[in-house]
C-alpha cells in the first residue's frame, strides 16, 4: 500500500527556518499532484500548499512567499521548505498524494487519496 512519511517537525523560534520531508513508497511522486497540509488543535485542515508532477507549484495565501515546495524523483521525496516562521504556523504538517495531476483543487484535502501520519512544528515567540 502507498505510504507518505513525514519528517522534519520540530521546534523553532519566530522568523526561523524548518525544513520538512515526505518520503513516499508505492508511488511515485510524480504521479499527480502532490500537497502539503496543517492542522493546528480545534481548527480545520487547511491546505499549505502543492506541486504538480511537472513542478508547477501553487501556495495558501498565508504562507506565500515563506514557504517552497519541492520534490526530487530521484528520491521520490517532496520538502516543504519554511522560513520565516510565525506562531501561527504552529500545527501538525501532512504530504497527501493525488492522482489528480491537473491541481486544480490542490488546496482542498478532498482530492488527495493517501495521507502521511503528519510531523509536529512549533515555533516559538
Known amino acids: 500500500q502507498v505510504q507518505l512519511v513525514e519528517s522534519g517537525g520540530g521546534s523553532a523560534q519566530s522568523g526561523g527556518s524548518l525544513r520538512l520531508t515526505c518520503a513516499a513508497s508505492?508511488?511515485?511522486?510524480?504521479?499527480?499532484?502532490m500537497g502539503w497540509f496543517r492542522q493546528a488543535p480545534g481548527m480545520e485542515r487547511e491546505g499549505v500548499g502543492y506541486i504538480s508532477s511537472n513542478d508547477n507549484t501553487n501556495y495558501a495565501e498565508s504562507v506565500r512567499g515563506r514557504f517552497t515546495i519541492s520534490q526530487d524523483s530521484a528520491k521520490n521525496t517532496v520538502y516543504l521548505q519554511m522560513n520565516s516562521l510565525k506562531p501561527d504556523d504552529a500545527a501538525t504538517y501532512y504530504c497527501?498524494?493525488?492522482?489528480?495531476?491537473?491541481?486544480?483543487?490542490?488546496?482542498?484535502?478532498?482530492?488527495?487519496?493517501?495521507w502521511g501520519q503528519g510531523t509536529q512544528v512549533t515555533v516559538s515567540s
Open positions: 497527501a498524494a493525488s492522482y489528480d495531476d491537473t491541481c486544480y483543487w490542490g488546496l482542498k484535502p478532498t482530492v488527495y487519496a493517501f
Open positions: 508505492r508511488w511515485s511522486v510524480r504521479t499527480g499532484c
